[in-house]
């Protein structure tokens, strides 16, 4: 099985700052990559998602693809203490039975300073 | 759109017992749900994939014969943990990709259910 790798955290930032989150990946065949968050307790709950190299914005959010190094990132600007959240990357990779479906690393969990 | 719920939310039960989980896309239908376990401090580990209609795909080291999955119509699929025990204990959540999303393979999940055993 493929693997999605993440800083485990915690990440932690000052309000109003820039959040930086990475993510890499093993499969060079993964065409989808998203961006979930998780609250402790409840499920994921997707954020971004981006298929193709390059910047893609929504809102306070930004993905950023770069697949010739297996890398994903994902910024959050003006960080809120309500972002504080585990953020989980996942990728759609083969899995042992051959089928392709999601990833997931084992997150990193942010914290926004008041 | 596109949510999902689970029922229940929350379940406690004794080892030895069995427990159904009930999983249903809303206001979409689903042709394919996932249903994914997730232990404590660890990330999503996906269980098996369920196709409407038909038998469901597992991943390596999760028994067939334990987790039984039924999707027996477009909203609902169900996961039954058989004979629980408590290395079963968990949270497990199933997911549901929208109409058209196979290519993209944007899943939306459930809320989730607490499965403690006793």
């Known amino acids: 099985q493929k693997e999605v790798e993440q800083n485990s955290g915690p990440l932690s930032v000052p309000e109003g700052a820039i959040a930086s989150l990475n993510c890499t990946y093993s499969?060079?065949?993964?065409?989808?990559f998203f961006w979930y968050r998780q609250y402790s307790g409840k499920s994921p709950e997707l954020i971004m998602s981006?298929?193709?190299?390059g910047d893609k914005e929504d809102g306070r959010f930004t993905a950023q693809l770069n697949k010739a190094s297996q890398y994903v990132s994902l910024l959050i600007r003006d960080s809120q203490p309500s972002d504080s959240a585990t953020y989980l990357c996942?990728?759609?990779?083969?899995?042992?039975?051959?089928?392709?479906?999601?990833?997931f690393g084992s997150g990193t969990r942010l914290q926004v300073q008041p | 759109g596109a949510v999902v719920s689970q029922h229940p939310s929350r379940v406690i039960c004794k080892s030895g017992t069995s427990v159904k989980i009930e999983c249903r896309s809303l206001?979409?239908?689903?042709?394919?749900m996932f249903w994914y376990r997730q232990f404590p401090k660890q990330s999503l580990m996906l269980m098996a994939t369920?196709?409407?209609?038909?038998?469901?795909?597992?991943e390596q080291g999760v028994e067939k014969d334990k987790f039984l999955i039924n999707h027996a119509s477009l909203t609902l699929s169900t996961l039954t943990v058989t004979s629980a025990h408590p290395e079963d204990s968990s949270f497990y959540i199933c997911?549901?990709?929208?109409?058209?999303?196979?290519?993209?393979?944007?899943?939306?999940f459930g809320p989730g259910t607490r499965l403690t055993v006793l």
């Open positions: 997911s549901a990709r929208a109409p058209g999303e196979s290519s993209t393979d944007t899943q939306y």
């Open positions: 499969d060079r065949g993964s065409q989808s």
């Open positions: 981006i298929y193709s190299n």
């Open positions: 996942a990728v759609n990779s083969p899995m042992d039975t051959g089928r392709r479906a999601l990833t």
């Open positions: 206001d979409f239908q689903a042709t394919t």
């Open positions: 369920s196709n409407e209609g038909s038998k469901a795909t597992y």
